[in-house]
């Protein structure tokens, strides 16, 4: 099955729909220009710690890069990095555009944590029955307006913390002038390497560069401890970088103390980049 865009429709488009698209992929090709590098932080399936782990790594790139470093929170639905980050709203709205919030380390930060009420679930308007209708193309416009309107300014790099599955990657990258490419994290186990490994192929297929697998939880360190113990089995990390012929960047344990510093693993991303 086949389907036609906007453009290839020959007849007069009286929506405007299809000059609104173009012009917001404009802006956005304009809005990233100062930005040296974009990079997709994705995986298979929640809970593996991905907000995490991108937040780890936007701290440890701040800590590398003369140029600032941002955060989109692309999890529209569960956003979390804004609070990793200690970012608040609410955001400033200008003529030019909006400014992000800005977290520890200086981190730029944009997320639907600042629009959305305490607790309050991400709802569409429209009559409730229908919203899965065309609720995939309000969530890309969502996420297109982000990279569009938001002033990111000078940056070396911007970390985009996708939802779960291959979908995110896919569609943003299809927005992304000059992406840099993709980190994949998993956890251990058989079920998350099945998981990622689609999301990677679905990536890797629609063009977009595998930088690395970043295995999480690979083992539980306790406060004063010198050694991990496993937490789940398996070897997920390996077996997807020995798939994908790609680099395993780190395995990162689990620490009750929640410590966000990532200084080894931010080596590898920036050895993954070079």
Do not use: H
């Amino acid at each position: 099955m086949s389907f036609r865009t906007y453009f290839d429709v020959p007849d007069a488009d009286r929506s405007g729909l299809g000059n609104q698209i173009a012009e917001q992929r404009r802006r956005v090709a304009q809005r990233l220009a100062s930005v040296r590098r974009v990079v997709l932080v994705m995986s298979g399936k929640g809970g593996v710690g991905k907000s995490f782990l991108t937040a780890a790594l936007a701290r440890a790139m701040a800590g590398r890069m003369r140029g600032g470093v941002g955060v989109l929170d692309a999890d529209l639905r569960s956003p979390t990095v804004a609070r990793l980050l200690g970012a608040n709203g609410p955001l400033t709205v200008t003529d030019d555009g909006v400014q992000p919030a800005v977290g520890v380390d200086g981190i730029k930060v944009m997320s639907t944590e600042f629009l959305l009420g305490e607790g309050r679930p991400l709802e569409w308007r429209g009559p409730a029955q229908e919203r899965f209708v065309s609720r995939g193309s309000l969530e890309v416009g969502t996420l297109r307006e982000f990279l569009s309107d938001v002033l990111w300014g000078e940056l070396d790099m911007l970390f985009i913390d996708l939802p779960p599955g291959a979908d995110g990657a896919v569609e943003l990258g299809g927005l992304i002038p000059n992406l840099t490419g993709a980190l994949a994290v998993t956890i251990p186990s058989e079920e998350s390497r099945a998981s990622v490994s689609r999301t990677m192929r679905a990536a890797r297929e629609g063009g977009i560069r595998l930088l690395g697998v970043i295995e999480n939880m690979s083992g539980y360190r306790c406060d004063g401890c010198d050694t991990a113990r496993p937490l789940f089995s398996g070897n997920a990390g390996a077996e997807l970088a020995g798939e994908f012929r790609v680099d395993l960047l780190g395995r990162v344990p689990f620490s009750p103390s929640g410590d966000l510093g990532a200084p080894n693993l931010g080596d590898a991303v920036l050895k993954a980049l070079a």
